[in-house]
């Protein structure tokens, strides 16, 4: 079974601070997103990559940057962190374009 | 740009009953459809996937359909069970655009 883990269930930050969420697949995937999620929203792509080194903007990457050094790893980075980056937040893999897509588990994320 | 709409947003049903939930897209373009099933505070789980040139696809208890002219997809949930509660994402995938999610049905299956 594929299986994508994210490093927090739960996080809780200060205002102003560099945040970093990490997410693992453990399937060889070349592609991996990192998705937000809030109520009433649904869920917004935030960046992706399709491959190592590669990294793509999705719709909402003001305040965010990403680093995909190895293959099975994304990390999602809040240069620093705002009150309004609190939010759910999935990370994604897929083995290639037009592939099952398999998410982690969730990081809720709360900036105080 | 892609929209994908899910009606209804909440739906309860007793159990035993058979219920469909509704999917729409803007742009028919579209790789495949994807559907998720998500339970409170928790990742997403893959149910379904529907490739563009395939009309339906089941698993168990789930027929999902797809058509993508009419930029619509429906979710079959044969004989609910209090455990099939949760909410249920479509999304769909297209050219180099990542998976573009509707805001989900809140299914509740009342024993």
């Known amino acids: 079974d594929v299986k994508v883990t994210q490093s927090s269930r739960y996080l809780v930050k200060r205002t102003g601070e560099k945040v970093f969420l990490e997410c693992v697949q453990d399937?060889?995937?070349?592609?991996m997103f990192w998705y937000r999620q809030d109520p009433g929203l649904g869920l917004r792509l935030i960046y992706f990559?399709?491959?190592?080194?590669?990294?793509e903007k999705g719709d909402i990457p003001e305040g965010y940057s990403v680093s995909r050094e190895k293959k099975e790893r994304f990390s999602l980075i809040l240069e620093s962190a705002s009150t309004n980056q609190t939010s759910m937040y999935l990370c994604?893999?897929?083995?290639?374009?037009?592939?099952?897509?398999?998410f982690g588990q969730g990081t809720r994320l709360t900036v105080v | 740009k892609q929209e994908v709409t899910q009606i209804p947003a909440a739906l309860s049903v007793p159990e035993g009953e058979n219920l469909v939930l509704n999917c729409s897209f803007t742009d028919s373009a579209i790789y495949n459809l994807q559907w998720f099933r998500q339970d409170p505070g928790k990742g997403l789980t893959s149910l379904l996937l529907i490739q563009s040139s395939q009309r339906e696809q089941t698993s168990g208890r789930l027929n999902a359909s797809l058509d993508k002219s009419s930029g619509r997809s429906t979710l079959y949930i044969a004989a609910s069970q209090p455990g099939d509660s949760a909410t249920y994402l479509c999304a769909v995938e297209s050219g180099n655009t990542p998976l573009v999610f509707g805001k989900g049905t809140r299914l509740s299956v009342i024993a």
């Open positions: 990559s399709y491959d190592v080194k590669m990294k």
């Open positions: 994604a893999s897929s083995l290639i374009v037009n592939t099952e897509a398999f």
């Open positions: 399937m060889d995937h070349e592609n």
